[in-house]
């Protein structure tokens, strides 16, 4: 069937004004009469502005010229003692320099620092290497005494009384210091400031160290049997009775004798030293100047 299209009626007006919309809606969106919906043209009116003055002041509160005054002069007096301070400061400094005084701070062990030790930074490159040996021979005394602690303890306890014992820590405390005072820091000193004095004072005790860890090392039977001391000769001698002991003391005769043997060359080392830069003759010459002054 062919359905046909009454195209006489697309020649009426009213048909062809009507054909462009539609009068039936689409849901409850839409509405039959589509001429009743206001334009969405409308704006909202802006924002009156707001008033502004551009030859209004702001009023900041400023202090007086009194006020400004004061606290010119409270800087200035506060100025005055800094530079006053600074001065007193700088004079002290000078005068300690003058003197010879050096504050040194503390810096060894670096766990727990008690003694002032930087042979890198002030020691000369040449010198070092004998300063770092004289510093292992140090090292080496307090191992040295240490462990003789160790085995005069062992000594003890297999009944060889306590005063041996004794005379051990009284070693250790009195050698481990003393070895530092009397001629590692007098050695440190001389190979920093070149001082003929120092280097005296550290051949005169360090020929006293190398005698005691000599006579460590053989321990003769002297102070209570020589058995305070780890020594070759205890060492025989308690081997036939407590291996142990003997093995301990052993230990510690070998530990004095390379000390002996390293102190021996730091000495010879120092001593060339010595002799070669006319430190000598200066020390002569000293000694005999203090001597005509005590003179006279």
């Given amino acids: 069937m062919t359905c046909m299209f009454p195209f006489y009626l697309l020649q009426d007006p009213a048909v062809r004004r009507g054909s462009g919309q539609s009068n039936y809606g689409g849901g409850s969106f839409f509405t039959t009469n589509p001429g009743s919906v206001p334009p ?30 004061a606290k010119e002069k409270e800087l200035q007096a506060k100025e005055a003692e800094l530079r006053k301070r600074e001065q007193e400061l700088k004079r002290k400094e000078d005068a300690i320099a003058r003197a010879g005084i050096v504050i040194e701070e503390k810096n060894w062990p670096p766990y727990f620092p008690i003694i002032h030790h930087d042979i890198a930074n002030e020691i000369p490159i040449h ?38 014992w004794f005379l051990s820590i009284i070693y250790f405390i009195s050698g481990v210091p003393g070895g ?25 005790f360090y020929l006293l160290h190398i005698g005691f860890c000599i006579f460590a090392a053989v ?12 020594g070759i000769l205890p060492a025989i001698d308690l081997w036939g009775k407590h ?7 052993f230990i510690g005769f070998g530990f004095f004798c390379i000390e002996s043997l390293l102190s021996v060359w730091v000495i010879q080392q120092v001593y060339m030293y010595f002799r070669g830069t006319g430190k000598a003759a200066e020390i002569k010459r000293e000694a005999a100047t203090r001597t005509m002054m005590a003179a006279l």
Avoid: H
């Avoid at 530092?180 to 005169?204: E, H, I, N, Q």
């Fill in 219 to 230: 321990a003769p039977p002297i102070i209570f049997k020589g058995k305070s001391l780890a």
């Fill in 180 to 204: 530092y005072v009397l001629w590692y820091r007098p050695l440190y000193c001389a190979m920093r400031t070149d001082s003929a004095l120092k280097f005296g004072w550290f051949f005169l």
């Fill in 243 to 249: 291996a142990l002991v003997g093995i301990f003391y």
């Fill in 40 to 69: 969405a043209t409308s704006r909202l009116s802006p924002l009156p502005p707001e008033p502004y003055d551009r030859g209004a002041t702001i009023d900041i509160p400023l202090d007086s010229a009194k006020d400004l005054k």
């Fill in 127 to 164: 010198l070092q290497k004998m300063q770092y040996v004289a510093f292992t021979t140090l090292l080496g005394l307090v191992l040295c005494l240490l462990w003789n602690i160790v085995a005069v303890t062992t000594a003890w306890i297999k009944g060889e009384g306590p005063t041996i």
